[in-house]
């Protein structure tokens, strides 16, 4: 591990602020002693944005492949070869083409094993849809692109105290108690919580699963999918030795403060978690695909278009999504390798004396 970590970023929307906050980052030269940066993005686009931004303190070292990357360089990997036409602070099809291109040239060398880790700027999730990109986000695309059998992507926006995982994504919110069931929810608490002791080197995580319905569902009154589905899986994870609570009602499990007494929270739709989580981590927050064999981290704003090219932007976000996917990838490495050779077990729990010996769990 003496060797930087290569951290592959995609330049995103060129009409939002992805190439300012990228500046500012970069602008800091300490960054290229933490990480060796590969961005995937388009030469004329970037100097288009410094002389915009006036930022005289970034030099790019123009490259066509990572092959030719150097450490203590913040290369640019012009995948785009073509002209794209930049309009600040609009949404237009050309941004989205650029988008979607530097993160297919991105994701294939991640295949390839020629970058670590994966860092996107945004998008626009509109101009991007295409023949090739049919999806509402990264997250379902980074899915379809990598998944192993039986993995399944899950979003969680994180900063180091706070991290909140959703149950469903992006889709309609008439559309999410028919997406809820038994098994999608049991899935993803067993996709977090193997993700907080994997990526976040967390021995015991304490999860937290909200309801779905206003006082999650009042004893059935205002809903029955917390007596249905929701608390029927939660005792089910229990009896799995997964250290799970619920369901809380979301309002009161936030406005109380009950979320501080666990490691992670799985919300049912993407509201329920993201306007709490954005409300006290705006400029602090990370959206993290979880689930997947590769890393992938982002800022969790938006393109910004109206203040895209002002020099208004916060760049703490996207910093912090480039330190949460070195540290993943540092925690990965070593939760691996200290499980290469597991002993088998060859005892009995205290309490469970009639447990017959059983040599093929692990936990």
Known sequence: MSELIKVGITHGDVNGVGYEILMKT??????????HPIIYGSSKSASYHRKLLNNNSVNFNIINSVEESREGRINLLNCIKDE?????????????????????????????????????LPINKDTIQSDQFKFPGHTEFLEERFAGEGEKALMIMATQTMR???????????DVSSALSKELIAEKIRTLNNTLKRDFSIDAPRIAVLGLNPHAGEN?????????????VVKEAQEEWILCAGPYAADGFFGSGRFKE?????????????????????????????????????????????????????????????YMAVDIYRNRVIYDEARKNPLKKMFYDRGRDDEKLDLTRED
């Open 26 to 35: 970069f602008s800091d030269i300490r960054m290229l002693e933490l990480i």
């Open 84 to 120: 794209t036409r930049i309009d600040i602070g609009t949404a237009t099809a050309e941004a989205g083409e650029s988008a979607y291109i530097a993160l297919d040239c991105a994701t294939k060398d991640l295949k390839e094993n020629k970058i670590d880790v994966l860092v996107t």
């Open 164 to 174: 909140v995982a959703l149950a469903t994504t992006h889709i309609p919110l008439k």
């Open 220 to 232: 059935g009154l205002l809903g029955k999918e917390e007596e249905e589905i929701i608390a029927p």
């Open 262 to 322: 666990f490691d992670a929270i799985l919300a049912m739709y993407h509201d329920q978690g993201l306007i709490p989580f954005k409300t006290m981590a705006m400029d602090m927050g990370v959206n993290y695909t979880a689930g997947l064999p590769i890393i992938r981290t982002s800022p969790d704003h938006g393109t910004a278009y109206d203040i895209a090219g002002k020099n208004e932007a916060s760049d703490e976000s996207f910093r912090q999504s480039i």
